[in-house]
């Protein structure tokens, strides 16, 4: 390739990817102009969440939990966030605590609700892996999600947890609330939402112990939590 050639490749290359920004702003400046015209910008009132006042009701109430006790129900706040803090029980040797953060707004989004947990519990961590589970819901649909959580192991000087946690939402759940985000932008496009709820589960264990041996509770628990939350409060009326 000679010179010349070279030139007017670049060229070529560097006109194409002017179009293709010229074309981007083009379509942002479609979506934008009709709310700019109407005195509003799209992200200032997204659509609003239809179950959102069932979702905030969660922090007065807690979860009903099929096949547990709610032993005692509390609302400690957690780094300015007023959380519902549920102790449970299946039956005398097998309990767990189940922390719910519900969206309080339609412009909350989830951040570092896991940093602020940690900080609340003054835990050491370790043992993270990724868990995943199925949960499906008791409606008449019987409508199935996937969730993707994070399960470690975390202590302080009296006790030692099993930790399950994900950002529960409609149709599964993540610990990232990276996922949460674009999947709400893309439901903002069509006029829809996608509301959520951070759920934390501890498990007590022996001190320092092996957070497997208990992991067929936590996700026994996990499914419950996920699915009560579809058939109920993330649930349309």
Do not use: C
Request: aromatic residues 12%; positive net charge; glycine residues 6%.
């Amino acid at each position: 390739m000679n010179y010349l050639d070279s030139k007017l490749k670049t060229y070529n290359l560097k006109l194409s990817q002017v179009i293709l920004l010229l074309f981007l702003l083009v379509l942002i400046a479609l979506g934008a102009v009709p709310s700019y015209l109407k005195g509003r910008w799209a992200w200032e009132q997204p659509p609003p969440i239809p179950s959102l006042k069932q979702i905030q009701q969660l922090r007065k109430t807690g979860l009903t939990v099929p096949g547990w006790q709610t032993i005692s129900q509390q609302n400690p706040e957690v780094s300015g966030h007023k959380w519902s803090f549920q102790n449970l029980q299946r039956d005398p040797q097998t309990q767990a605590v189940l922390m719910l953060l519900p969206q309080n707004g339609p412009k909350e989004q989830p951040q570092v609700e896991w940093v602020d947990i940690k900080g609340f519990w003054r835990w050491k961590t370790d043992n993270y892996r990724s868990a995943q589970f199925t949960a499906t819901s008791t409606n008449n649909n019987s409508q199935t999600a996937k969730v993707e959580a994070q399960y470690f192991r975390g202590w302080n000087p009296t006790q030692t947890y099993a930790v399950l946690q994900w950002y529960a939402v409609p149709n599964g759940g993540s610990p990232d609330p990276g996922k949460w985000f674009w999947a709400d932008q893309m439901a903002q496009w069509q006029k829809r939402r996608v509301p959520w709820v951070a759920v934390n589960i501890q498990i007590p264990i022996e001190p320092l112990g092996d957070i497997e041996k208990v992991w067929p509770i936590a996700e026994s628990i996990g499914k419950t939590v996920q699915s009560t939350l579809m058939s109920g409060p993330f649930r349309k009326n």
